[in-house]
């Protein structure tokens, strides 16, 4: 990554951090109860997923998205692709009409600021990183999950040292800030929900910085919006 965005993102953790306690795993009930809906529409979800993965090859690279990102989506040759159809509240109206139980629900809970599918090729390793802004966290819903041998699930979400094997349909709320990486030990592709959800239950001082930095980050990305259209 650029040393402007790590510098960034981490002078932000240290605010940030100096004011949150809370653990990486958060509580869903508390911080977004709207996770009960998503996690039940997952069959037409997942339906939707699939339909998208038959172009898989047209769906960008992360790093074709984000040149940031190059160190954790282009560190080996296998594809980390994502279908965003919305990212901190700018809409990508044409990948949203391929998805409509999914852009329903968005449109329904204000608190998420962005919504894409994670396609992990097999065998894809996401090294350690972290998230570089605490004013968000991380909706996680498998869609399409390959098991091992054992009926387990073969890719593997871990978060700031504990590992974490999720079924289809199981909702996790993270906080990417802390460390965490991703490894996908199947032969096929695992598919995944991805939200951006705004954090709720802040200080004042630190729901109007969030705001300010959302608003920014918005706008970098409506500049790039035509990169993310599939």
Request: no cysteine.
């Amino acid at each position: 990554m650029g040393r402007l965005y790590d510098r960034g993102a981490q002078l932000l953790r240290r605010w940030y951090d100096r004011r949150l306690a809370e653990p990486a795993v958060l509580d869903t009930a508390r911080y977004f109860p709207d996770a009960e809906r998503f996690a039940a529409a997952l069959p037409a979800l997942r339906a939707e997923a699939l339909g998208i993965a038959q172009q898989f090859n047209a769906i960008p690279r992360f790093h074709d998205i984000m040149r940031e990102q190059a160190d954790i989506s282009a560190n080996d040759a296998r594809d980390w692709r994502m279908y965003i159809m919305q990212a901190y509240g700018v809409r990508v109206p044409r990948n949203l009409a391929r998805s409509p139980t999914l852009a329903a629900l968005v449109a329904s809970s204000p608190d998420v600021l962005s919504a894409s599918f994670s396609f992990l090729a097999p065998h894809k390793y996401i090294p350690p990183h972290r998230g570089p802004f605490r004013g968000i966290v991380r909706g996680y819903l498998p869609l399409v999950m390959p098991l091992d041998g054992a009926g387990h699930p073969a890719a593997t979400l871990t978060v700031d040292g504990t590992a974490h094997r999720l079924h289809e349909g199981q909702f996790m709320l993270w906080d990417d800030t802390f460390e965490h990486e991703v490894r996908n030990a199947s032969e096929e592709v695992r598919i995944v929900l991805l939200l951006d959800i705004r954090r709720r239950l802040l200080p004042a001082g630190l729901r109007l910085l969030s705001s300010l930095i959302v608003g920014v980050v918005a706008f970098g990305i409506r500049l790039q919006r035509s990169k993310m259209a599939v």
